[in-house]
């Protein structure tokens, strides 16, 4: 049991000591190139860079015990300048209304419910 490990990393300094982090890292990094999610271009002139950084979180089951690590990559999207670097921004999110509208109507229905865990988060919408 000397292998599990029940704290989130608060750095990548303190990340890369630890196997179970490196192995969720490549995870996301191997989804983010399956799914075509980016490629690499030139900054367009005058226009500043949107950063990015990697979350760490720790997944439990019902009784406490870990189930697994997962390490995220996202965009640091609060850089931008709205009307400098972009005309519009938006944040995918769930609303609490919209899925208790799923459950009453699932309910109705007699339909049965199951929960997924979404790997790779990001849109492959075009972005002009």
Not at 48 to 71: D, E, L, M, P, R
């Amino acid at each position: 049991m000397s292998h599990i490990i029940d704290s989130k990393p608060s750095s990548y300094e303190e990340e890369e000591k630890q196997q179970v982090w490196k192995d969720a890292m490549m995870g996301e990094y191997q989804s983010i190139m399956k799914n075509d999610a980016w490629e690499v271009v030139q900054r367009p002139k005058g226009k500043s860079f949107v950063t990015s950084k990697w979350i760490y979180n720790i997944k439990h089951v019902v009784y406490g015990s870990i189930k697994n690590y997962k390490a995220i990559f996202v965009a640091r999207g609060f850089s931008q300048k709205k009307g400098v670097d972009c005309d519009e921004t938006f944040s995918l999110v769930e609303r609490y209304t919209s899925i208790r509208t799923i459950i009453a109507i699932a309910s109705v229905m007699g339909w049965k419910l199951h929960q997924i865990n979404v790997k790779t988060t990001f849109l492959n919408g075009v972005v002009e």
